[in-house]
């Protein structure tokens, strides 16, 4: 398998690096991708040295799979052109979320959607990914009337100057500022930016890409969204409305029966997620599971996951590993 890694050298990137090299993904062919700033540097993986390339140059070699970590404008310019040459792009941008043509995929709710046919495929949000992979197994058996979500967000989700702006700030040396205020010691209602309804891009993507992906556009759902001094992972309290009558106990069972999820809720021994436990995890954690007392058919829960690992790389690795197993990775003929 001929694997390319777009936006090899950065922060998600790596990260696809390692998650291919721990699951043992079948690379016969690396193929490290980013801007041509980076071309000609050297990457390690499998204990094999290998030479960043630029875009053209990864198209010309033809991948099967190449795995998006550029950002939206890349992936709207260069992903067609991969597909157009057979390979099969699984995005990690927003570039391709809400596009209809497109399959928004966490592989344990709906990889059984995709076939050979989806040349680009679209990795959903990183606190998307960590509340609907908790939300699915409670829908398909209560039925999610609304949701209300307020995050804590890890700064590797903004990136690597985001690390660099919370190490400075903590070691009291002024550098380059990847937020409008300080990080350390502070938190932040403000992730992406602002749109006209006074709600940032994050938490419209909780609202819209939750409904694609659970396949009912009837969920209401509103979120905040706060970035905080953390780097293991997001945090999410979730607020959750069924249509119908639950039981606590059934909760529990119906979250630990769900691959991929691990609760930890024990109050008698203070367990509960926490970013600092989900760093480096590919498991999405679920606590503080509790009844909300102010109205009826309402559940109260928290969810922990590593942004970077199930929230973007593991989840495209997954899906990549999905395509491979149903083999649904067909070359096409181009002359």
Same mark, same amino acid.
């Given at each position: ?82 597909? +157009? ?5 699984? /995005?990690?941008?927003? #570039?391709?979320?809400?596009? @209809?043509?497109?399959?928004? &995929? $966490? ?101 819209? +890409? ?5 396949? /009912?556009?009837?969920? #209401?759902?509103?979120?905040? @969204?706060?970035?905080?001094? &953390? $780097? ?104």
């Amino acid at each position: 398998m001929k694997v390319a890694v777009v936006g090899a050298t950065g922060m998600v990137g790596n990260v696809m690096l390692t998650v291919l090299e721990e699951r043992n993904f079948p690379v016969t062919e690396l193929i490290p991708v980013a801007s041509e700033k980076s071309v000609g540097k050297k990457i390690r993986f499998k204990g094999n040295e290998y030479t960043v390339v630029g875009m053209q140059t990864a198209i010309d070699m033809r991948p099967d799979i190449a795995l998006f970590s550029a950002g939206g404008g890349t992936s709207l310019a260069w992903a067609p052109k991969f597909a +157009e040459v057979g390979t099969t792009v699984i /995005d990690n941008s927003s #570039a391709w979320r809400m596009d @209809a043509s497109k399959k928004l &995929v $966490v592989p344990e709710i709906n990889a059984t959607s995709l076939t050979a046919d989806d040349k680009i495929i679209a990795n959903p949000n990183c606190s998307t990914i960590q509340l609907v992979m908790a939300l699915a197994p409670l829908h398909k058996k209560y039925g999610i009337k609304r949701l209300v979500i307020s995050t804590y967000q890890s700064i590797t989700g903004t990136g690597v100057k985001a690390v660099q702006q919370l190490e400075n700030e903590y070691r009291n040396v002024k550098g380059d500022m990847a937020y409008h205020y300080p990080i350390h010691k502070n938190a932040i209602p403000h992730c992406d930016v602002f749109e006209e309804n006074g709600y940032t891009k994050e938490e419209l993507k909780l609202v819209r +890409e939750t409904q694609k992906i659970l396949n /009912d556009k009837t969920i #209401a759902v509103t979120a905040t @969204a706060v970035r905080i001094p &953390v $780097v293991g992972g997001h945090s999410e309290s979730v607020n959750i409305e069924f249509e119908n009558e639950f039981d606590v106990a059934e909760v529990r069972t119906l979250l630990n029966q769900t691959p991929g999820v691990t609760v930890q809720d024990n109050t008698d021994t203070n367990t509960y997620p926490m970013p600092i436990y989900a760093e480096g995890k590919d498991a999405v954690f679920v606590g503080r599971i509790r009844r909300d007392l102010s109205q009826a058919n309402t559940l109260n829960m928290w969810v922990v996951s590593d942004n970077l690992r199930k929230g973007a790389a593991t989840n495209a690795v997954q899906i990549a590993e999905y395509l491979v197993k149903n083999a649904l990775i067909q070359r096409e003929t181009v002359s």
